[in-house]
């Protein structure tokens, strides 16, 4: 179990192994849920489709239309 202390600004720092298992990185976003019973949930917020821009190589080669796809799959 890991800990963590709460700063005068109502900061905590969420543990290295924590960080690790979740595989954070700075400036990620968080969801935390108070449970009924008092218990706090921290989740890494799912990356918007737009976080994943520029992750694969540009395209290379023949262009095909939205047209030829429809058409090729018929």
Avoid: C, Y
């Avoid at 989740?43 to 976080?51: E, P």
């Amino acid at each position: 179990m890991s800990q963590s202390t709460l700063n005068s600004k109502g900061q905590i720092t969420i543990p290295a192994d924590i960080r690790r298992a979740l595989g954070l990185v700075d400036h990620d976003r968080l969801t935390l849920t108070l449970m009924p019973n008092g218990t706090v949930l921290l989740r890494a917020k799912n990356k918007s489709i737009l976080d994943l821009k520029g992750m694969l190589p540009t395209a290379s080669g023949i262009s095909v239309s939205i047209e030829e796809m429809s058409m090729g799959s018929a």
